[in-house]
């Protein structure tokens, strides 16, 4: 019994005293075992200094308190629709949806058949809590993904992100409420090849990579590329910390990927001014980027001198502020 915890009346030096201060801590505590910390004399002391000053020691000295600043979590609600036959031709849309739920967000895949009954639900839980909501579609879930987008502009609702892979051709154009949109398709294929583009005056991020050179990628694996994915996952952990507006007005990227090149998904185009002495290599090497995504934005001979103050689209990332501002700070 705490009441009953004491020094034996009496009993003579430091040992007896230190006993009794351990069984008190324990009964504080109320746990029936001391842990091994518990006993040791820093730990003790320490205790005894908050008992006298419930401030910790570094500011009753008149240290200020050290204080991080809690990291941002992410948020969002992902949709992931399949196509037709989905369960045999799809799968990579369970896949991707296990590693974002392993990642940290809550992420559900569906049959394309049932999108407007999601779509009514999604916006009952959007209502409720506006948390960010991202879709991704292959196929027809892919055109689905868009027809979801357009009823969300409907009702007044954002779209963080939404990603096609190789949507079907017959999907609507991707709304102004649309953030950030990426299309990843076979231009050549029937069963997909959705060339998708936005509405006159999309005021977001737009990025297309036809994969119609790569002779690996077909319809039936184009949404299980490992390294799709990978990036996939990582732009949604970045929604939260990452606003939609950045500097510069966005510019739009539409790529044809070259055969035995990484597959890099960046977010839009940046116009930068080029100064005396550029070329597009020269912007290349300064910017770390592959010339191709260069010479394809900007068709003109790679070497060719830029006039100073001619406009050049780069690609770039939507990554978190900090991670960006050093490589584009330190020229311009």
């Known amino acids: 019994m705490c009441g009953a915890v004491r020094g034996k009346a009496g009993s003579p030096g430091r040992i007896a005293g230190l006993l009794a201060v351990v069984a008190t801590l324990a009964c504080i505590t109320g746990s029936s075992t001391v842990p091994a910390t518990a006993g040791r004399l820093p730990g003790i002391k320490q205790a005894a200094a908050q008992s006298v000053d419930s401030?910790?020691?570094?500011?009753a000295r008149g240290a200020p308190a050290a204080t991080e600043a809690a990291p941002i979590q992410?948020?969002?609600r992902v949709y992931l629709f399949r196509g037709a036959l989905g369960p045999i031709f799809s799968t990579g849309m369970d896949r991707l949806a296990e590693k974002i739920v392993r990642a940290g967000l809550p992420a559900e895949t569906?049959?394309?058949t049932l999108c407007g009954l999601v779509t009514t639900k999604a916006i009952e839980k959007y209502r409720q809590d506006p948390a960010p909501i991202i879709l991704i579609g292959h196929s027809m879930g892919g055109r689905c993904a868009l027809q979801f987008s357009v009823k969300l502009q409907e009702e007044g609702i954002p779209v963080s992100l939404v990603v096609t892979i190789d949507p079907a051709h017959l999907s609507p154009e991707v709304p102004a409420n649309v953030e950030r949109y990426i299309n990843?398709?076979?231009?050549?294929?029937?069963?997909?090849?959705?060339?998708?583009?936005a509405v006159a005056g999309f005021p977001g991020h737009y990025a297309s990579y036809d994969m119609d050179k790569r002779d690996?990628?077909?319809?039936?694996?184009?949404?299980?590329?490992?390294?799709?994915?990978?990036?996939?996952?990582a732009k949604i952990m970045q929604l939260t910390a990452t606003p939609a507006k950045v500097e510069g007005d966005p510019q739009p990227l539409r790529y044809v990927v070259p055969p035995k090149?990484?597959?890099e998904l960046w977010d839009s185009g940046m116009a930068v001014t080029a100064r005396p002495g550029d070329t597009l290599q020269t912007l290349a090497a300064q910017y770390h980027l592959p010339l191709w995504s260069l010479t394809q934005v900007n068709p003109m001979p790679d070497n060719m001198p830029l006039v100073p103050g001619q406009q050049v689209v780069l690609p770039r990332h939507?990554?978190?502020?900090?991670?960006?501002a050093e490589p584009n700070t330190s020229r311009r």
């Not at 401030?55 to 500011?59: F, H, L």
């Not at 690996?216 to 996952?233: P, S, W």
């Not at 939507?318 to 960006?324: F, T």
């Open 318 to 324: 939507l990554e978190p502020l900090k991670a960006v």
């Open 55 to 59: 401030k910790p020691q570094s500011q």
């Open 74 to 76: 992410p948020r969002g």
């Open 216 to 233: 690996e990628i077909l319809h039936i694996n184009i949404d299980k590329v490992d390294v799709v994915h990978q990036q996939i996952v």
């Open 261 to 263: 090149v990484d597959i």
């Open 110 to 112: 569906y049959e394309f």
């Open 184 to 197: 990843i398709f076979l231009s050549k294929n029937v069963l997909g090849g959705g060339d998708i583009k």
